[in-house]
């Protein structure tokens, strides 16, 4: 990662494309509602992910935060007057609060400090509030401890997390935990997976979406 972009800017923008699939199954998977909500995209690098709940969801606002500055920059161009915020920050910046969902993909490996984040989500969300967040990238999915061995020291990674400590992490905080597997549908044939036959078995059994709910109380 650099200051500016997640890889770079023709990368950041060809990885938006390449994860509108798993968008899709983000929002077939969710169980809310998201017309008329208020919703905060945790990693959002270029906005795409917001653009498409402002359009086709309805959401009332989108905030979206991401470290990368530049991808910051071209999120808040491509928005053009959809009711959407976005800052270059590398956790929720300050004042955002009285979210009713927050979104991730693909956050949670990157982290150094999870509680941290969680705690930060939480204080942003309303009572009742729920956070899902897709993660692949973990220790339970096969090949994923390979990648991240070959990997870890270029993109400054934490160590490779399991489900359970990532959940451990966020319920720590007072978050109630579910998980679902995403409502994949096709998959784009990709170079992402060794094999075309591993990529469908990481996409449809290791690629988890996690609920984690605000207690109203």
């Known amino acids: 990662m650099t200051?500016?972009?997640?890889?770079?800017?023709?990368?950041?923008?060809l990885m938006q494309d390449e994860h509108a699939f798993i968008w899709q199954a983000m929002l077939d998977t969710i169980d809310v509602d998201l017309s008329g909500r208020r919703v905060l995209d945790a990693g959002c690098n270029r906005g795409g992910f917001l653009r498409l709940l402002a359009t086709r969801s309805g959401i009332a606002t989108g905030y979206g935060y991401d470290p990368a500055a530049g991808a910051i920059t071209d999120a808040r161009r491509l928005a053009g007057d959809l009711p959407l915020v976005f800052e270059p920050a590398s956790t929720v910046p300050a004042g955002w609060e009285r979210f009713d969902v927050a979104f991730s993909h693909e956050v949670l490996y990157l982290l150094h400090d999870l509680a941290a984040h969680a705690d930060a989500i939480y204080g942003a969300l309303a009572p009742g509030g729920v956070y899902?967040?897709?993660?692949?990238?973990?220790?339970?999915?096969?090949?994923?401890?390979?990648?991240?061995?070959?990997?870890?020291?270029r993109l400054k990674l934490p160590k490779l997390y399991s489900l359970d400590e990532v959940i451990q992490a966020v319920t720590g905080v007072g978050f109630e935990a579910a998980a679902a597997r995403l409502k994949i549908r096709f998959v784009p044939v990709s170079g992402h997976a060794p094999s075309f036959p591993a990529g469908l078995d990481y996409f449809y059994e290791h690629k988890v979406m996690l609920r984690f709910t605000r207690p109203r109380r």
Do not use: K
Not at 137 to 150: F, K, Q, T, Y
């Open 3 to 13: 200051p500016t972009y997640w890889q770079s800017a023709d990368e950041d923008a």
């Open 132 to 153: 899902y967040a897709v993660i692949g990238v973990h220790a339970d999915s096969p090949g994923i401890p390979d990648w991240h061995a070959e990997n870890a020291e």
